[in-house]
């Protein structure tokens, strides 16, 4: 019997490793943890300098400024503003 019990357990193990379920699918399983692990990071990176922008709009004036004038337009009520046709 322990003998049967060790042959089974040689030829089975290396069969189970390799097959579908084995080596192939760990090896998949870890690229997969790397690639969100590393996705994982940019987002954390993304929201820690979305805070900091969001927490320079609620007290730093400049910010809202720098807002205003970039992505709406104006233009402080002293400034005129000078438009020139492309020639």
Same mark, same amino acid.
Request: charged share 35%.
């Given at each position: 019997?322990?003998?049967?019990?060790?042959?089974? $357990? &040689?030829?089975?193990?290396?069969?189970?490793? !390799?097959?579908? #379920?084995?080596?192939?699918?760990? *090896?998949?399983?870890?690229?997969?943890?790397?690639?969100?692990?590393?996705?994982? $990071? &940019?987002?954390?990176?993304?929201?820690?300098? !979305?805070?900091? #922008?969001?927490?320079?709009?609620? *007290?730093?004036?400049?910010?809202?400024?720098?807002?205003?004038?970039?992505?709406?337009?104006?233009?402080?009520?002293?400034?005129?503003?000078?438009?020139? #046709?492309?020639?």
């Amino acid at each position: 019997m322990p003998l049967g019990l060790l042959t089974y $357990a &040689m030829v089975s193990l290396p069969v189970r490793i !390799l097959s579908e #379920e084995g080596y192939p699918r760990y *090896h998949r399983l870890s690229e997969q943890l790397e690639r969100v692990t590393r996705d994982n $990071a &940019m987002l954390k990176r993304d929201i820690a300098r !979305l805070n900091r #922008e969001v927490d320079a709009l609620r *007290h730093d004036p400049d910010a809202i400024e720098q807002i205003a004038r970039d992505d709406l337009g104006l233009i402080a009520k002293d400034e005129v503003l000078f438009e020139f #046709e492309p020639e």
